[in-house]
């Protein structure tokens, strides 16, 4: 079944579908493929949980993520942050900013 998921960043707003079975890592690779942003770059967070999927191999549904809870007229929304480029630490990553809609 497909999940359909609303994901935004700043002033960017991305609309995408994908089977349950897909995990973390196919969802960064339709990303990447829109904003050329790597995705080792990119961490996506579930705003109902403010849960980071973190764990590229998880499935969707492992994150709780169904086709039940996702659906095409109410995706769930996720939140795309970018690695900070301080040179420090791996895991330095930008807060949740999002523009109003």
Not at 29 to 57: C, F, H, W
Not at 59 to 76: M, N, Q
Request: proline letters at 3%; a negative charge; aromatic letters at 6%.
């Amino acid at each position: 079944m497909d999940v359909f998921m609303m994901i935004r960043r700043q002033k960017l707003t991305l609309f995408i579908d994908t089977k349950e079975t897909s995990s973390v890592l196919d969802v960064k690779k339709m990303i990447e493929g829109i904003t050329k942003v790597p995705t080792n770059n990119m961490r996506l967070i579930i705003d109902s949980t403010k849960q980071a999927m973190d764990d590229d191999y998880q499935t969707l549904l492992d994150c709780g993520l169904t086709s039940a809870t996702a659906k095409a007229y109410s995706p769930v929304l996720l939140y795309l942050c970018h690695r900070k480029n301080t040179g420090g630490n791996e895991n330095d990553w930008e807060p949740i900013d999002v523009a109003e809609l």
